[in-house]
């Protein structure tokens, strides 16, 4: 597809349980990132990769979050032992620098989330 | 650090009523963006603008306008003759130099026909 997908869209878990969720970036996009809004809040920030550099994990609410990306496209985030307060909509994003050489930056793109109720 | 303060949290208007959105920010670098974003009842985040800290020249498209004043650190954004069809949370984001974007906690904006 033409933009940023995820999955699964909805995620019901149990407390304890770990959960995986995806992200497909659009192609070429170097960067991805990883946001979660909780219901009527903004969107906080959790994690951010950049081609081949080491991710800013600055965001992470605890060891408990992860995230990889593979071969520099699909991202997976992982919970393990969920707990209640981790329910939220998890979006992803990607962009694209605009040129190499100086720091330039494009818009994000944002994927339609996956909605995460921990039980 | 990075912060985006957008202090009004709901505002309702009633249609054909200009309205403005407000965005102040805080960063300690000399090279940054700031973007606006829209999000529709639908959920999706879709992208309005961005504008780079070197480029004070105000922006209009459409009904869409913003005000970007470095002076005063705001990116303010004015929507002409509000239509039902922006109700929506709007957020407005800063990028420094790390590319970590950090959004303000939104703007809910009603339009009552």
């Given at each position: 597809g033409a933009g940023v997908s995820q999955s699964p869209s909805n995620k019901v878990t149990e407390k304890g349980k770990d959960v995986e969720l995806r992200c497909d970036p659009i192609?070429?996009?170097t960067a991805l990132y990883w946001y979660r809004q909780s219901l009527g809040q903004g969107l906080e920030f959790l994690i951010y990769f950049q081609?081949?550099?080491?991710?800013?994990?600055?965001?992470?609410?605890?060891?408990r979050f992860s995230a990889e990306r593979t071969g520099g496209s699909v991202s997976t985030l992982t919970i393990q032992r969920?707990?209640?307060?981790?329910s939220a909509v998890y979006l992803c994003a990607s962009s694209h620098r605009l040129?190499?050489?100086?720091?330039s930056y494009n818009e994000q793109f944002f994927g339609p989330g996956t909605r995460l109720t921990v039980l | 650090a990075q912060k985006v303060t957008q202090a009004q949290t709901e505002i309702s208007v009633v249609e054909k009523e200009d309205v403005t959105l407000d965005c102040v920010y805080e960063t300690r670098d000399t090279t940054y963006y700031l973007f606006w974003y829209k999000q529709p009842p639908s959920g999706e985040l879709v992208f309005l603008i961005r504008r780079n800290s070197f480029d004070e020249q105000n922006e209009i498209s459409g009904r869409y306008s913003w005000n970007f004043q470095k002076s005063t650190s705001s990116f303010n954004f004015t929507i002409t003759a509000?239509?039902?069809?922006?109700?929506a949370v709007y957020f407005c984001a800063l990028s420094e130099w790390s590319d970590k974007v950090i959004f303000g906690p939104g703007t809910s904006l009603s339009v009552i026909p």
């Open positions: 192609s070429g996009h081609g081949n550099s080491a991710p800013d994990k600055s965001g992470l609410p605890s060891d969920t707990q209640q307060e981790d040129s190499g050489g100086s720091r | 509000s239509q039902v069809v922006d109700s």
